[in-house]
Nanobody, 127 residues
Framework: DVQLVEAGGGLVQAGGSLRLSCAAS????????ISWFRQAPGKEREGVLC????????YYADSVKGRFTISSDNAKNTVTLHMNDVKPEDTAVYYCAADRKEYNPYNDKYCDGMDFWGRGTLVTVSS
């Protein structure tokens, strides 16, 4: 079965750091890009850090630029979201999602048409 399992959420103070992991199984990890989304209370889900399925370039939401980064361990089928200098407005449920790689020079979209989703992990940032 296809699975994406997020871990690492919890309570963190503003200004601190947190690492969220996304462990993938049930599909060929190298054939997919992993992106991150979040949904804050009362708000719609938004793309935080998304990778274009065609060229592998990365989109960062303005609110996280310079603070969030992503790393991948293909040997472990795991992607990590590194959250630094967190702020109370980063409080949300964070989801990872897998998007199958597909070359298309006309595809300039990000955070769109994910194939698989995790169930999310809650991050709470206290002020």
């Amino acid at each position: 079965d296809v699975q994406l399992v997020e871990a690492g959420g919890g309570l963190v103070q503003a200004g601190g750091s947190l690492r969220l992991s996304c462990a993938a199984s049930g599909f060929t990890f190298d054939d997919y890009f992993i992106s991150w989304f979040r949904q804050a209370p009362g708000k719609e889900r938004e793309g935080v850090l998304c990778i274009n399925r065609s060229d592998g370039t990365t989109y960062y939401a303005d609110s996280v630029k310079g603070r969030f980064t992503i790393s991948s361990d293909n040997a472990k089928n795991t992607v990590t979201l590194h959250m630094n200098d967190v702020k109370p407005e980063d409080t949300a449920v964070y989801y990872c999602a897998a998007d199958r790689k597909e070359y298309n020079p006309y595809n300039d979209k990000y955070c769109d048409g994910m194939d698989f989703w995790g169930r999310g992990t809650l991050v709470t940032v206290s002020s």
